[in-house]
Structures are given as C-alpha cells and as structure tokens.
C-alpha cells in the first residue's frame, strides 16, 4: 500500500506579509474548510498516511488546529505529524490545552528564519516581531526536546556568507539542523520575482561554503544533486506526496497549486485511494525527460530537472530545469560530500530542499 507524506496548510490566514510568499494568491480568497472536514478526511484515508507537514498559512492561529493535532496522535499515532511556522507557535502554546496538544502530538518543528539579524528578518517578513517569536519557538522546541530546524529562503537577498555564518550560529545554540528552500517564482517570472530568484552562480557558490564549513546531510533536489554530488534522486512531486490547501484541494507539489495542477479535493469520500487508482497525479507530472535532455551526461540521473521549478518558470514540464548547468557551461571539477546522518525529517524526500548541520553538532 502505497504511504502518503502530505503537505496541509489548514488555514489560509496568515500574521505576515512577505512579498515574496509563494502562497499569497492561494490563499487570499480561500474558502476554508474546518475541524469536521478534517477529521473526516483523516478517518478515511490514515491508512494510506505516513506523516503530515503542517505549513502554508499560519496553523498556530486557530486554535482547532491543536484539537486536530491532538485527535490524530490519539487516535492514529502512527502518522508522524510535524509543523511549519512562522515562530508564531511560542505564543499560541501560552494557552495551556494548545501547549499540551504541540508537546504530545508534533514529532518535529520547521521554525522560518531567513535573516539572522533582527530587523532585516522583520522587513522581510512584514512583520515586527517576527526574529523574537521565531527565536522563542526555537527556545520552546529545545526545552521539549523536539527535533527543530531552522529553514530559510534561498533568494538573492539572503544568502550571502555573513548571513549563512549567522544562521548556522543560532542553529547551533539552539540544537538545531537548517534547511534551505529555493525561491520560486509562483506568480510567474516578473518583476518583483526577480529580485528574489537567486542565481546560478550564488546558489552553487552558497553550497561550496556550507559544504566546506559545515556538513550538508540531504540534498533532495534532482538536478543538483546530480550535478554536484554525483548522486541520483527523485523528484518526489506527485508521486509519493501531495499538497493539501485550505480550501482541501489537492496538488502534486508544494509550489504547483495553480488550477493547472488541482486534481481532487479532501471533501471527496476515500480520496486518496480514488487518486492512486486513478493515476492522475502520474498523468499529471509528465516524467518524459525533455528532448533538450538528450545526450546531456546527466540525462538519466537529472531527468530534467525539478519538475515545480520547470513548470513555474517555462508553463511547461517538456522544458529543462532553468538551473541547468549547461546553460551556465558550468563544470562539477570535485563533487560535494554528503556527509552521512542518522537525523529523520519529514521533508526528507517530500519536495525538492536542501538539509545542513552546523560544524561540530
């Protein structure tokens, strides 16, 4: 039987306001669905369930998200359950039943820090108090001794070597792993997106520091990985995990949540085995390797590229991945070393990301 790892933004409501979110226009005039709905959905499919990523909108905001914490742990507690958020988690576990619902049912925590200096991580997040709560929820997760990481946007406005210094420093007081997700342009190649999408050459140059200077445990990103380790990896898209959004439709990707790409909807009894038997997620991904491809000595190994990044910058799948080294007449002279970790993460095969642990943890 095949075992989902879903990604479930329960609610659309969120308490910032970046520009660069790739969900805004998700979720700005979402219908959401509730605790009934949910619950629902839980009991038919837990079967078919191996973990949960709560992300997307801000879940910490509504209390009935802890209650569905809370009814999956007591009720299925084989489905490993982790969250995203954006350090709002610290203040909504000042309510004691919120507080007892995250320390018996959240396995691990994916806490957003982008900046490590205060006041830039607040600009970039539209929010004031965004460093403080997002260093407060590290602090509560290293006192319940929950497994945490430290994710942040890989974009042109932020990975740069001092700020990569500074991020490893805070993960390393507080315990915790880091883990960089690439910009992507959801809205489309345009203007504001450009001055986020991070280039070829500092992504790659970003990847050679962190390696010489820290450890990188997982790279879950076919193209660079391929290119830069020597290793294989698939694209998880569709194939062994599903976005959920807050209006409980159903996408192959975190970042393909266009029309395009919905393919059911949570409401629809026994879901989850209608979509397997229905192979309409394979025949969604086109997994063909564009004809671009051919002859590349990574065909087989890149296939292309990741599929959400081809889609989102090109509309189309029969594309190769804009990141290509040979468009770049990139050379890989001395592969990457993935350093081998025992470290268990939800996101480990979910969508294409990056995992790192800071030198000497």
């Known amino acids: 039987m095949r075992k989902w790892n879903i990604g479930w933004g329960t609610?659309?409501?969120?308490?910032?306001?970046?520009?660069?979110?790739?969900?805004?226009?998700?979720?700005?005039?979402?219908?959401d669905l509730g605790y009934a709905d949910w619950v629902r959905f839980i009991d038919e499919n837990h079967e078919k369930i191996n973990s949960i990523n709560y992300g997307t909108g801000e879940n910490t905001l509504d209390e009935s998200w802890f209650d569905l914490v809370a009814y999956i742990r007591n009720?299925?507690?084989?489905?490993?359950?982790?969250?995203?958020?954006?350090?709002?988690?610290?203040?909504?576990?000042?309510?004691?039943?919120?507080?007892?619902?995250?320390?018996?049912?959240?396995?691990?925590?994916?806490?957003?820090?982008?900046?490590?200096?205060?006041?830039?991580?607040?600009?970039?997040?539209?929010?004031p108090k965004a460093y403080g709560w997002a260093i407060d929820t590290l602090a509560l997760c290293e006192k319940y001794k929950k497994p945490t990481t430290i994710v942040f946007l890989g974009s042109e406005k932020n990975v740069s070597r001092e700020n990569i210094d500074g991020l490893f420093s805070i993960a390393k007081e507080y315990g915790a792993i880091l883990r960089m997700n690439m910009y992507r342009p959801t809205e489309g190649v345009n203007d504001l997106s450009k001055q986020f999408i991070i280039s070829y050459e500092t992504f790659v140059d970003a990847l050679n520091y962190i390696a010489k200077q820290h450890h990188i445990i997982s790279m879950n990103d076919a193209l660079f990985s391929s290119f830069l380790t020597n290793k294989t990896v698939a694209d998880p898209s569709g194939d062994r995990s599903i976005r959920i959004l807050a209006d409980g439709s159903i996408t192959p990707s975190t970042y393909l949540i266009d029309e395009n790409?919905?393919?059911?909807?949570?409401?629809?009894?026994?879901?989850?085995?209608?979509?397997?038997?229905?192979?309409?997620?394979?025949?969604?991904?086109?997994?063909?390797?564009?004809?671009?491809?051919?002859?590349?000595?990574?065909?087989?190994?890149?296939?292309?590229?990741?599929?959400?990044?081809?889609?989102?910058?090109?509309?189309?799948?029969?594309?190769?991945?804009?990141?290509?080294?040979?468009?770049?007449?990139?050379?890989?002279?001395?592969?990457?070393?993935?350093?081998?970790?025992?470290?268990?993460?939800?996101?480990?095969?979910?969508?294409?990301?990056?995992?790192?642990?800071?030198?000497?943890?």
Not at 103 to 118: K, M, P, R, W, Y
Not at 266 to 284: A, F, G, Y
Request: hydrophobic content about 30%; glycine content about 6%; some cysteine.
């Open 75 to 127: 009720h299925y507690p084989e489905i490993r359950q982790a969250l995203t958020t954006n350090g709002h988690l610290a203040e909504a576990v000042k309510d004691e039943k919120c507080l007892n619902a995250f320390i018996e049912g959240i396995d691990e925590v994916d806490v957003s820090l982008d900046f490590c200096d205060a006041k830039k991580h607040a600009e970039f997040r539209g929010q």
């Open 261 to 361: 790409y919905i393919v059911a909807n949570i409401t629809e009894p026994n879901v989850l085995d209608k979509i397997e038997k229905s192979n309409v997620l394979t025949n969604l991904i086109v997994k063909t390797i564009p004809s671009e491809c051919k002859g590349c000595a990574y065909e087989n190994s890149c296939a292309g590229g990741v599929y959400d990044r081809r889609y989102l910058w090109y509309g189309t799948l029969e594309k190769k991945d804009p990141y290509c080294p040979g468009v770049f007449h990139a050379r890989n002279n001395q592969p990457i070393e993935i350093t081998a970790s025992d470290f268990v993460s939800v996101h480990d095969g979910y969508l294409p990301t990056i995992f790192f642990r800071p030198k000497g943890d």
């Open 11 to 31: 609610i659309s409501h969120c308490n910032m306001n970046c520009q660069f979110c790739y969900s805004k226009y998700r979720r700005k005039n979402s219908k």
